[in-house]
């Protein structure tokens, strides 16, 4: 794993929701505001394959999470990523709807002859356009259109915690049923 929870105390946990990324991290990012702890480091992605993300992205448990310019082009040295199923708005806790988050899945090989599809996935979180306040003060400082910036999240679905383990209810629930079979009725 990378070392890259430096910003972190011990002991805590680096574990976003959808609104936690796009309202306090990328909002932010997005205006040339300073985040506190700023632990998502800026990563040009595409020229990186995922398995190579360690040490470069921050990572915690088994996901790595990182700032990068949106771009259409999203290949690699290895392969590419390309955008699955459609994207989804995400909603702040009052409703509003404060930006929109896409799954890609990495492929290895040439996107023009077709590749094999890998298990490595990545959410791209973006800001809604009329989300981007400072635009006029963001041009006179700087060059950079910030607005541009995504959030991402990269993780590897045979890493995935949650769809191998059983909670313990379900252990439980599946010892009743084993359980039930042993035992006769009587009429």
């Not at 990523?81 to 890609?104: D, H």
């Amino acid at each position: 794993m990378g070392d890259n929870n430096f910003n972190l105390p011990p002991g805590f946990r680096f574990y976003p929701t959808d609104e936690e990324l796009v309202v306090h991290f990328l909002h932010r990012k997005a205006d040339l505001l300073p985040c506190h702890p700023d632990v998502i480091p800026d990563l040009d992605l595409y020229p990186i394959d995922p398995w190579d993300l360690d040490g470069k992205a921050m990572v915690e448990g088994k996901k790595w999470y990182f700032y990068s310019r949106r771009t259409k082009a999203r290949i690699s040295e290895s392969g590419y990523w390309q955008p699955i199923g459609v994207e989804e708005p995400i909603y702040s806790s009052c409703g509003k709807k404060v930006g929109m988050k896409k799954y890609c899945a990495f492929y290895i090989g040439d996107p023009s002859e077709g590749g094999a599809r890998t298990n490595w996935i990545m959410q791209e979180y973006r800001l809604l356009s009329s989300n981007s306040t400072n635009k006029s003060s963001r041009k006179k400082s700087s060059k950079i259109d910030y607005s541009k910036w995504v959030v991402c999240q990269v993780y590897n679905e045979d890493d995935d915690d949650n769809s191998k383990e059983l909670s313990c209810l379900d252990e439980v629930l599946l010892s009743m049923d084993d359980d039930l079979d042993e035992i006769s009725w009587h009429n």
